[in-house]
T-cell receptor
Framework: GQQVMQIPQYQHVQEGEDFTTYCNSS?????IQWYKQRPGGHPVFLIQ?????EVKKQKRLTFQFGEAKKNSSLHITATQTTDVGTYFC???????????FGAGTTVTVRA | KAGVTQTPRYLIKTRGQQVTLSCSPI?????VSWYQQTPGQGLQFLFE???????NKGNFPGRFSGRQFSNSRSEMNVSTLELGDSALYLC???????????FGQGTRLTVV
């Protein structure tokens, strides 16, 4: 089964509003990666977080790694229709090349 | 440089048949992983190959197998297909640990 749990599974957002998706683990994560998959597309890498408490920003996207390295979040401000898709978090193990994905948060936007 | 190439893009097979999918990684990437994606189960890890060796395997039955060639190209095979094997099969390649994975566009397999 998956080691990382993502909530919510679905997020319906009014254009212009903000939302947050969360990734949680019962164990300490080596690091966390975030991917976005557009409808009909394939996952595309967004960012990797490695350090405890790390915060990274990409334009309207803010990624955080928890202090205990057991959770992560992705916050999107002023949602646009281009933000539609499924956002996955994934643990990248320090010991091998395996990525363990969360179930994803599927985002739809109301114009 | 060229991205990850998966062939074929679409396949329709009948129950009981077998299928082989191919993945050509980005030049220089020696690690190739395979994932099964279904609406209900998300992205499930199948296996990972590095330098022609399977280093990691997910919880899938023995009907699912794979291999990697000396040029890092990888194939996965599913034998005795079942309806539940209908899914998008994605391969992802990486050049080292803890770096981003590059995904191919996937092979959409439909079993009828």
């Amino acid at each position: 089964g998956q080691q990382v749990m993502q909530i919510p599974q679905y997020q319906h957002v009014q254009e212009g509003e903000d939302f947050t998706t969360y990734c949680n683990s019962s164990t300490t994560l080596s690091n966390i990666q975030w991917y976005k998959q557009r409808p009909g597309g394939h996952p595309v890498f967004l960012i990797q977080l490695v350090k405890s408490g790390e915060v990274k920003k990409q334009k309207r996207l803010t990624f955080q790694f928890g202090e205990a390295k057991k959770n992560s979040s992705l916050h999107i401000t002023a949602t646009q229709t281009t933000d539609v898709g499924t956002y996955f978090c994934a643990e990248s193990s320090n010991n091998d090349y395996k990525l363990s994905f969360g179930a994803g948060t599927t985002v739809t936007v109301r114009a | 440089k060229a991205g990850v190439t998966q062939t074929p893009r679409y396949l329709i097979k009948t129950r009981g048949q077998q299928v082989t999918l191919s993945c050509s990684p980005i030049s220089g990437h020696r690690s190739v992983s395979w994932y099964q994606q279904t609406p209900g189960q998300g992205l499930q890890f199948l296996f990972e190959y590095f330098s022609e060796t399977q280093r990691n395997k997910g919880n899938f039955p023995g009907r699912f197998s794979g291999r990697q060639f000396s040029n890092s190209r990888s194939e996965m095979n599913v034998s005795t297909l079942e309806l539940g094997d209908s899914a998008l099969y994605l391969c992802a390649t990486r050049d080292s640990m803890n770096t981003e994975a590059f995904f191919g566009q996937g092979t959409r397999l439909t079993v009828v």
